[in-house]
């Protein structure tokens, strides 16, 4: 099939690589001109596992184009996928300014009937206004779809050729039946639904998920209260089957482009519509007030920060990605540098990302044991696993006393690290009876 995809962040990327890697003609389309250009010369603007052969087996099978959205003369291709980004207004609201432009570029540059496929994460009944607004008088007759995609990143391909579910909404069977041949070969579920319906669906997925994070980080800190084990309490109840294991690690919160952007859009549409989402709202402050939590147990265990060194270990909103978009480990740095205290800071791959949203006062080693040399106190802020795997006894040696480690991701070995002469903090993980 020929496919455009307008917009080449991560989404559209994945998605390009990968359709074209599926036997499809694909066009990726964007504003910026730099990006384009260089796509088309084999290079990435961001890190993914597994898209860079993918391009450089598009590019030169010739499956794979890229063009600059001024460039393009006319659109000429069965489908269009729209993946651009919708990220939050001040309000909170998702921000529809550049799906709108999409759309209306789609409508100037087509002179055929085309499939739309929205790829982007819009609110629930963005779908139905949007095609009152482009699509009901335009002569074409182009056939709107809600798509929406179930990505995480650094497993982004695993997740598009093997889905858990395909969802697509529509109030065409045609344009149904046009994009269920995208994902032909994956055997994955289809829910075919109504375009609303569609929305919600992803809404409530990152809301759901993100909800588990929030609700697990409320056990931690009781579990700090009561002296419980939260690694004991959250196998215990992710073996009954109907709570399962994932989304459910204590730590310093959720990040990235996606979680608190659309809680937040939830919460604002609810609002909205006059409903007061009351669980939503606490699952937004128990993620914020996550972020201070390694900040006050510093505080608690040397005073006043100021002057003193801390290391910070993982830029990245996860492991596997370059991505520090609402970094929870930035946030913690922020608040660091208002108390005084001097950072060291590294990542195997977000640090350029890192440094454009951070002050110049940071500083950037190019290893962890760079940072962690005399520091009185590391916080672990992203689980990658050359930092979970740090030779900890060398760690001990090069960081100066207290020798405190704050594990943000509750993955770190509690027991070799103390038996280094580390101070060992998780959350939810103190042994009983261990004062706070
Ligand atoms: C998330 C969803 O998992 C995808 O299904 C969805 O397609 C995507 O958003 C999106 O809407 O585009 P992603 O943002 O890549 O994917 O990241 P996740 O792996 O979901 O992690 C989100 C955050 O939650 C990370 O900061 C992670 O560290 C945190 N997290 C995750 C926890 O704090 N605890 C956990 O148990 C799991």
């Known amino acids: 099939m020929n496919v455009a995809v307008l917009g080449l962040g991560y989404v559209g990327l994945v998605a390009a690589t990968a359709l074209a890697g599926a036997g499809h003609h694909v066009l990726g389309i964007d504003l910026d001109k730099n990006k384009t250009q260089a796509l088309q010369n084999g290079r990435l603007p961001l890190y993914e596992p597994g898209i860079d052969e993918l391009l450089r087996q598009g590019i ?25 980004s919708t990220p939050s207004l001040p309000n909170g609201a998702a921000d529809l300014s550049q799906v709108k432009s999409a759309l209306k570029w789609i409508i100037e540059k087509t002179k055929k009937p085309v499939v739309v496929v929205m790829k982007s994460t819009v609110p629930p009944g963005t779908g139905r206004k949007l095609i009152d607004m482009y699509f009901s008088s335009n002569p074409l007759k182009h056939q709107y779809v809600s798509n ?3 990505l995480k990143e650094g497993q982004a391909l ?12 529509s109030e065409c069977n045609e344009a149904v039946k046009k994009v269920k041949e995208l994902y032909v070969n994956t055997g994955a579920p289809v829910v075919v639904t109504d375009t609303t319906t569609a929305e919600m669906i992803k809404y409530a997925a990152n809301a759901f998920l993100a909800t588990r994070i929030s609700f697990i980080n409320e056990i931690a800190g009781l579990c700090d209260l009561t002296g419980a084990n939260i690694d004991d309490v959250t196998k215990g109840i992710a073996l009954d089957p109907r709570i399962g294991t994932n989304f459910l690690k204590a730590g310093i919160g959720y990040g990235g482009s996606c979680f608190p952007k659309d809680v937040r859009a939830l919460d604002f549409l609810s609002t909205a519509n006059g409903y007061n989402f009351e669980l939503l709202k606490a699952v937004i402050n128990v993620n914020n007030r996550q972020r201070f939590w390694p900040v006050s147990r510093l505080k608690q265990r040397l005073g006043d920060l100021a002057g003193k060194v801390v290391a910070i270990l993982g830029l990245a909103f996860k492991p596997g990605t370059d991505d520090v978009r609402e970094s929870p480990a930035l946030y913690i740095i922020h608040l660091l540098m208002e108390e005084g205290a001097l950072v060291r800071a590294h990542d195997p791959i977000a640090m350029a990302n890192a440094a454009r949203f951070l002050p110049p006062e940071v500083t950037f080693t190019e290893t962890a044991m760079e940072a962690l040399h005399g ?34 991701r509750n993955c770190l070995p509690a027991k070799a690290l103390l038996s280094c002469g ?3 903090i998780g959350i939810g993980r103190q042994p009983p009876g261990a004062s706070l």
């Open 148 to 150: 929406p995609e179930f």
């Open 60 to 84: 030169s099978k010739g499956t794979l184009r890229f063009s600059n959205v001024t460039d393009v003369v006319e659109l000429n291709c069965e489908l269009v996928m729209v993946a651009v």
């Open 375 to 408: 520091a009185g106190a590391a916080v672990l802020t992203t689980e990658w696993p050359e930092l979970v795997n740090l030779a900890w006894p060398e760690v001990a040696h090069c960081m100066q006393p207290p020798r405190i480690v704050i594990d943000g």
């Open 422 to 424: 580390l101070v060992y």
């Open 158 to 169: 695993k997740d598009w050729y093997h889905p858990d579910r395909i969802v697509i909404g």
